[in-house]
């Protein structure tokens, strides 16, 4: 049990996280290429689904533009001094530790995604990522500007409680990665057990669906216990419908990606009142004023 | 109503998984990180007492002979050429730096033994005596990049207690050769500083 307890140096994490990312990266690529195989031998090869996967990747880069010029080196330097100035106690970066340290972000991870569903300013970026009306690995690329903002306060606890920035980044990463690895119709429903703890590619469809059922279902990570224990989890039954209730009908990067805050910002301002404003931007999406709703 | 239960629920999970973790880590905790010690006053004293005894004593040379049990060092590796005094000069001061500036070695240690002595270990002697390999690092097992571990050679050596300087004698250097090896041991500070030095020398 010794290798439990063995330290990863910040050069080994450093290293392990580029290592899983970028192993992450070559098998969701060639699940990809399975996926437009599968699509291909069916004919249902479109102009649209390849320009949709285009457009997903061309938002991905947008987004780790944004990230890297603004988002991250605030994100890491937060990280860092809440760990040295603020935290509990120093935690040894041990296997132990990143175990945990997953557990914990996973849980994050599920409130961070309820937040981005259910108030207006969330739902404004994390849309992007669920206005795609296919569902394929490229999907888990379609970011929205502010996604890489979003998980900040749900996570910056974790530097409080003692774990290196490091472990929490990796953990990060993985939930994640699991989570890209969701984005499939080619697996089916996985075995019972499975299903019952476990996130699933089944969970997360149903995720994405706008089937009145499914919508704001199965928030979860890497463990779907989060969405049955706050009662927000949902099993597949009905074929799902990919995308948002208001489609975005195009396959224009640009347009998709800042779909969301366009939509929101002419909400804003057309609001009557600045009461009705703030609603829009803290409100659950569907969210209207009173004088509003009256009227339609 | 239900925001309330579903925060008490949270903040009950998170705190199981916290509390099972610190109790797996108990020997592990830190009142800070290590390489934070060395930014100044906030330093906690690392020390513990029966490893000051270890290099306890003047700072006067003086000499004993003794059993050495063998031990295992994990640090940075480096080839010293002994032939050229300026040039293995600035490779053990570059290993030193190196040593110093591998985070990841000194928070290992920082918990798992709590030791504050760093090893300077001189070995592999070339017949000529005009190559040696040296490991500087802590008397620990861990991986980590750009780390080495090596178990030191048990047998008879002498003491020499080393100056403010920790310059080794000449005739330490003599007496390791031709096929001896050399553990200088450093007590470190809770600033970082070395505050006492000796050195094995073993035949
Ligand atoms: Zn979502």
């Known amino acids: ?296 | 109503m239900t925001m309330l239960r579903h925060i008490l629920l949270t903040s009950i999970i998170v705190a199981a998984v916290y509390l099972l973790l610190l109790w797996v880590n108990q020997d592990g905790l830190l009142q800070q990180p290590v390489w934070a010690a060395d930014q100044g006053d906030t330093a906690v004293e690392q020390t513990r007492p029966e490893q000051q005894e270890d290099l306890q004593g003047s700072t006067v040379e003086t000499e004993s002979v003794a059993t050495f049990e063998s031990i295992t060092i994990t640090g940075v590796l480096a080839d010293i050429d002994l032939n050229d005094p300026v040039l293995s000069r600035s490779q053990v001061e570059s290993a030193w730096q190196r040593f110093s500036e591998h985070q990841g070695l000194h928070r290992a240690v920082s918990w798992s033994t709590g030791s504050n002595i760093a090893y300077a270990y001189y070995h592999h002697f070339s017949n000529d005596f005009s190559t040696a390999r040296l490991i500087i690092g802590y008397q620990i097992s861990t991986t980590g990049s750009g780390l080495h571990t090596i178990q030191s050679e048990s047998g008879n050596y002498r003491l020499y207690q080393l100056g403010a300087s920790a310059e080794l004698p000449d005739d330490a250097w003599t007496s390791a050769y031709p096929d001896g090896v050399i553990l200088e041991r450093h007590r470190i500070d809770s600033n970082g500083s070395v505050s006492a030095s000796d050195a094995l020398v073993i035949q």
């Open chain 1, 1 to 296: 049990m010794d290798y439990l307890y063995q330290i990863l140096s910040d050069e080994y994490l450093e290293y392990l996280h580029r290592f899983i990312d970028d192993w992450g990266f070559v098998i969701a690529g060639s699940i990809l290429l399975l996926e437009l195989l599968l699509l291909g031998v069916r004919k249902l090869v479109t102009k649209n689904v390849l320009g949709d996967a285009v457009a997903n990747f061309i938002t991905l880069g947008m987004f780790i533009a944004i990230n890297t010029v603004l988002i991250g080196v605030m994100y890491v330097t937060l990280f860092y001094w809440v760990y040295l100035n603020f935290a509990l106690v120093y935690l040894p970066s041990n296997l132990w530790t990143l175990v945990a340290c997953i557990v914990l972000a996973d849980i994050a991870y599920y409130w961070e995604h309820r937040f981005v569903h259910r108030v207006g300013f969330g739902w404004a970026t994390h849309a992007v990522h669920h206005s795609s009306p296919y569902f394929n690995i490229s999907v888990a690329y379609r970011f929205g500007p502010l996604d890489g903002l979003m998980p900040l306060p749900f996570h910056l606890p974790l530097a409080l409680l003692g774990f290196n920035p490091l472990v929490i980044f990796m953990s990060e990463m993985i939930v994640q990665l699991y989570q890209t690895l969701l984005h499939t119709e080619v697996v089916g429903k996985l075995p019972k057990p499975v299903e019952a703890v476990f996130n699933t590619p089944s969970h997360h469809r149903v995720h994405h669906g706008s089937n009145p059922e499914y919508i704001d279902k199965n928030y979860a990570g890497i463990f779907i216990i989060w969405d049955k224990m706050f009662g927000t989890f949902e099993q597949e039954k009905a074929k799902v419908i990919y995308g948002v209730t208001t489609p975005v009908n195009t396959v224009n990067p640009l347009k998709i990606f800042f779909f969301g805050y366009g939509r929101l910002f002419k909400k804003v301002f057309a609001a009557k009142s600045l009461k009705g404003a703030l609603g829009y931007l803290i409100k659950p999406p569907g969210w209207h004023p009173a004088d509003k709703m009256t009227e339609g």
